[in-house]
């Protein structure tokens, strides 16, 4: 897939095209599959007039702020991962919702009302206290896309350090393409779903708060919700469980 075949309206201030793409695979999430995160976040691009917010678990490229400032168009692809979710996301022991996030200028902000980012509230050995997420912006409905091509990550490498190679571990990349490759036909992912970074493009989350039974209920119901989708998030946000941030001070970039 060609960075030129990335059509969509990304509105008057996301900036002219560029080199960049960040390419992202997908899954379920939080206990949550991928088909209700998908319905979840078309309801917050709705509420948010196109903006919406794409949790993802590792942190963002060395360079991300820089474009973000220079407000660099950069094309975001999703791919459905090959391999089953983690039995730790479909079942994770904690859930967390995410309240404020650090931008591209360094600064603690709160998430927008209409943005809801979950994730699992523990790692391997710990309780979660790291997570990111995309800032980005799309025109059309978030659904999964169907003869839409493929993607060959084969065919870029890193933008950030040494432009090394993109990795098998890597789930969240910002790419650039590498010019005369030779396609890896065996390496190809579908392209699920398209969008653009905007703001603050890739930034680290903080302050979550571990959601309640009841929460849970309430997030894995949100899609169907006929209640205002912002009203939904606050109440989320304000439940009067404690946070796992109680005893440190989140770090800032």
Same mark, same amino acid.
């Given at each position: 897939?060609?960075?030129?075949?990335?059509?969509?309206?990304?509105?008057?201030?996301?900036?002219?095209?560029?080199?960049?793409?960040? *390419?992202?695979?997908?899954?379920?999430?939080?206990?949550?599959?991928?088909?209700?995160?998908?319905?979840?976040?078309?309801?917050?691009?709705?509420?948010?007039?196109? !903006?919406?917010?794409?949790?993802?678990?590792?942190?963002?490229?060395?360079?991300?702020?820089?474009?973000?400032?220079?407000?660099?168009?950069?094309? &975001?692809?999703?791919?459905?991962?090959? /391999? $089953?979710?983690?039995?730790?996301? =479909?079942?994770?022991?904690?859930?967390?919702? *995410?309240?404020? %996030? +650090?931008?591209?200028?360094? $600064?603690? !902000?709160?998430?927008?009302?209409?943005?809801?980012?979950?994730? =699992?509230?523990?790692?391997?050995?710990?309780? $979660? =206290?790291?997570? %990111?997420?995309?800032?980005?912006?799309?025109?059309?409905?978030?659904?999964?896309?169907?003869?839409?091509? /493929?993607?060959?990550?084969?065919a870029y490498r890193n933008a950030s350090g040494t432009g090394a190679p993109v990795g098998s571990s890597q789930v969240t990349s910002l790419l650039v393409p590498i010019p005369s490759r030779v396609p890896n036909n065996g390496n190809k992912y579908t392209v699920d779903m398209t969008a653009a970074l905007m703001g603050s493009y890739w930034v680290r989350l903080v302050d979550p708060l571990s959601l309640s039974q009841r929460s849970l209920d309430l &997030?894995?119901?949100?899609?169907?919700?006929?209640?205002? *989708?912002?009203? +939904?998030?606050?109440?989320?946000?304000?439940?009067?469980?404690? /946070? +796992? *941030?109680?005893?440190?001070?989140?770090?800032?970039?």
């Amino acid at each position: 897939m060609a960075l030129s075949d990335l059509e969509h309206d990304c509105g008057p201030d996301l900036g002219a095209p560029s080199d960049y793409l960040l *390419w992202t695979r997908m899954q379920a999430e939080a206990g949550q599959a991928l088909e209700l995160i998908l319905r979840r976040k078309e309801r917050e691009r709705q509420a948010g007039d196109g !903006r919406f917010f794409w949790g993802v678990g590792n942190a963002p490229a060395v360079i991300i702020n820089s474009l973000a400032r220079a407000e660099t168009r950069v094309s &975001v692809v999703f791919s459905r991962m090959k /391999t $089953k979710p983690k039995s730790t996301d =479909r079942n994770p022991s904690a859930t967390v919702i *995410w309240r404020q %996030y +650090i931008d591209c200028e360094g $600064k603690v !902000r709160p998430l927008p009302p209409n943005a809801l980012v979950t994730s =699992r509230g523990d790692s391997t050995l710990r309780r $979660k =206290r790291a997570h %990111y997420a995309l800032e980005c912006f799309s025109a059309s409905p978030l659904k999964m896309m169907s003869g839409a091509g /493929t993607f060959d990550p084969s065919a870029y490498r890193n933008a950030s350090g040494t432009g090394a190679p993109v990795g098998s571990s890597q789930v969240t990349s910002l790419l650039v393409p590498i010019p005369s490759r030779v396609p890896n036909n065996g390496n190809k992912y579908t392209v699920d779903m398209t969008a653009a970074l905007m703001g603050s493009y890739w930034v680290r989350l903080v302050d979550p708060l571990s959601l309640s039974q009841r929460s849970l209920d309430l &997030v894995n119901c949100a899609d169907t919700q006929h209640d205002n *989708w912002v009203d +939904i998030v606050k109440a989320l946000r304000q439940q009067p469980n404690r /946070t +796992i *941030w109680d005893d440190c001070t989140p770090p800032l970039l």
